[in-house]
């Protein structure tokens, strides 16, 4: 046991050692370093699936699901697509060195804010294999060393895409450590990467709610909350149905297994006759089952359709899966007091040509991302522009919402005088 | 212990349903009760003293020493002066409802990310019972709930103080809950308020080393850490003596028991003949102790000046106090390795008139100020401009500095679209 921490703490030195020298490097070096991983990606892609292959093998045996199965799974196309993404960052400005703030005192001392890089990045993620070039090279354009412990289901590729993404950093120059895998496949090596106070700067856990949980409980390293997303569509009285009607099913259907996809639909009561019948009867056609209040239930029997009656544990629910709750609120007061007993605080959407309506809701609801009249799918990184996403922030501190280059760093005030001392 | 735990979550949970409120509030609303509380504070400055002698007494009574007897005083004068610091923080802007970033995207939607207060702010605090009106108005003008935990021989002052600050809430339509106290004076009480996970938004421990690191480790809500500050002033071969002289003398003497004093001077070698008779001497005339290392101590011998040998524990030291380590260096990189291996990472000095130096020096030194021939002294919330401060993070993640209005806040994104769906 404490072998296996020492293990995992000599990782994280030698990881604040290559961050000291990665902080320093000019965008030239880490694009250049960028281009040679894409590159390696591509040269490697057949042997990197054959590694890959062997992973799945062993997930297959294990009675792994066909889901995670996907998931997992790294093809030379796949691969290639991978690469292509690298290819991307490297267009994207460099944070590091841009001025946040900057000012004159009156007494003379300049003040400038500036962009640094947090140090040493602890990624926690689950089965996808792509997050371990994706986290990387994030954080190495940030200047950041990345520290990466992904699932024992995709150890050897891991392993394997690592290997490859550290040749290529050897050949620009960049410390090898600057991209790293924590050592050993047990839990506990989840629990010393978090606890490497003083080695590791934050730690971002990526994945399902349990490990987020045990994250947030268990580390003393500093955390960014990821990805929860029970996120609602509330249809307000002045809501245009049709629009209310499109915008319910992209929110919900368009992508299920995504942390912005709509888990539960609110509906005003004055729009219950014309709007429930319609919404029912899309969302059934679209396969999805909703978990209806008696106004649903009720509306679902009218129409023909079963609609289950939904418990506390649908109003919880983050479903992932073609699966809604929904129910008929009073007035908007109610369905902001919903919102707040029951969103994880990820996005919500509100559907409405009411000005006063619209206000209201922003003023009430307390989420990272607020959509007015607009799909709860368009919370992404890509989506905003970012150009890039290391993931979605769920917590108040630090970023909330997507986070792209920006969001992996940190700031310094740098204060120039000339000879200043205070009276 | 549970019933302990019960009653600390309730009044967390009466915290929370003011910040839902107080979240909502125009910046009329919040001065005018700002305007309210100094009024209330003056109104009641000699009850509120006569509070204060029965903690002093009780104090006094258990043997606690005068300089921490100072801290925990307030005369009817110094209550005024709290007062006068409320005033101030009603001319500062709200950060509130500040647009951080906004732009349109090709398809349309208008994307705005806004500041948004951060809910519940839990403050954990020693002695000074001033802290407990300067982070309840920081928490109120910035949208926030303020939940106070000072230190038990402040009790019935902190207890006071509240009372008086709630009843001006009451006047101006504020929750009272939107200032509260802890219940409860033993240890535990802080520990249910640093795991009220859910209620509880960020807890920012102000105090000494121990508290602060038992506040990281064992809280699950979300920290800010402040205030450890092992601050080294770095004296360049290319230093001008006399500034330099004056920039040592002032960091270290100008006010002692601060976070931003400096505890470490290193002075490149180059410069030891000329610059270390003339420090050794005038930190002396200072009443200054030298910690030296072998240079030091042969320099000290030579002008009569007796200076103990440094050992680990001064390199380390925050001494708040008359003391100084004090290390000669081979060269900037020597400075900057002795730096990042026992800096707090509060603040760093670099006094030099080469700009080679002090850009290597900014690039080395990884810091949350960086001070170019300027006094430590400087890194200050007030310094800065920023009219208030609710502490200095020497943390990375969501604020690093002073902290001022802004860092009491997170952000929203709203995304307006006008029925946008992803294709």
Redesign the interface.
């Known amino acids: 046991m404490n072998s296996d921490r020492e293990e995992v703490l000599d990782v994280a030195r030698r990881s604040q050692d290559a961050a000291?020298t990665v902080?320093?490097l000019t965008r030239a070096v880490k694009d250049d370093a960028l281009g040679r991983i894409a590159q390696a990606l591509r040269d490697n892609a057949d042997q990197l699936a054959r590694v890959n292959e062997g992973d799945i093998a062993r997930a297959v045996a294990d009675g792994v699901d066909a889901s995670l199965i996907d998931r997992l799974t790294l093809t030379p196309m796949r691969i290639r697509a991978i690469a292509d993404a690298v290819v991307e960052v490297i267009e994207l400005p460099d944070p590091v060195g841009d001025v946040v703030r900057g000012?004159t005192?009156a007494n003379g001392?300049q003040?400038r804010?500036v962009r640094?890089p947090?140090?040493v990045v602890g990624m926690i993620y689950e089965a996808r294999p792509n997050v371990t070039v994706d986290a990387a090279v994030l954080c190495l354009k940030s200047g950041n060393a990345a520290l990466l412990r992904g699932s024992s289901s995709a150890r050897d590729t891991n392993a394997a895409l690592v290997e490859v993404m550290q040749s290529a950093l050897a050949a620009s120059g960049v410390p090898r450590d600057a991209i790293a895998l924590v050592p050993g496949e047990t839990h506990a090596s989840v629990d010393h990467l978090m606890t490497a106070?003083g080695l590791v700067?934050?730690v971002i856990p990526r994945g399902g709610e349990s490990l987020i949980r045990r994250v947030?409980?268990g580390a003393?390293v500093?955390?960014?909350e990821t990805g929860i997303g029970n996120c609602h569509v509330y249809v307000d009285a002045a809501a245009?149905i049709d629009?209310a009607v499109?915008?319910v099913?992209?929110s919900k259907t368009?992508r299920v297994s995504v942390c912005n996809a709509a888990e539960t639909l609110l509906v005003h009561q004055d729009i219950l006759a014309s709007f429930l019948p319609r919404i029912i009867t899309a969302l059934a056609a679209s396969g999805v089952t909703i978990h209806g209040d008696a106004d649903f239930v009720a509306a679902g029997a009218k129409a023909g359709i079963e609609v289950p009656v939904a418990t506390a544990a649908d109003w919880a629910a983050e479903y992932y899966s073609l699966d809604i709750a929904a129910g008929v609120v009073a007035d908007l007061p109610a369905a902001i007091a919903h919102i707040?007993r029951w969103s994880s605080g990820h996005t919500e959407a509100i559907v409405s040509d009411s000005a006063t309506a619209i206000n209201e809701f922003?003023?009430?609801v307390?989420?990272?991302?607020?959509?007015?009249?607009?799909?709860t799918?368009?919370?992404d990184g890509g989506?905003?522009?970012f150009g890039a996403e290391i993931g979605i922030s769920t917590?108040?501190?630090?970023a909330?919402?997507?986070m792209g280059l920006p969001e992996l760093t940190?700031?310094?005030?740098?204060?120039?005088?000339?000879?200043?001392?205070?009276p």
Not at 366 to 375: F, G, Q, Y
Not at 410 to 422: D, E, L, M, N, W
């Open positions: 000291a902080r320093q000012y005192l001392l003040v804010q640094v947090l140090g106070r700067d934050v947030v409980e003393t500093p955390v960014i245009d629009m499109n915008i099913l992209n368009q707040r922003i003023a009430g307390d989420s990272a991302a607020i959509m007015v009249n607009a799909s799918r368009f919370t989506e905003f522009g917590q108040k501190l630090h909330r919402g997507p940190s700031s310094t005030y740098i204060v120039s005088g000339a000879g200043h001392t205070r």
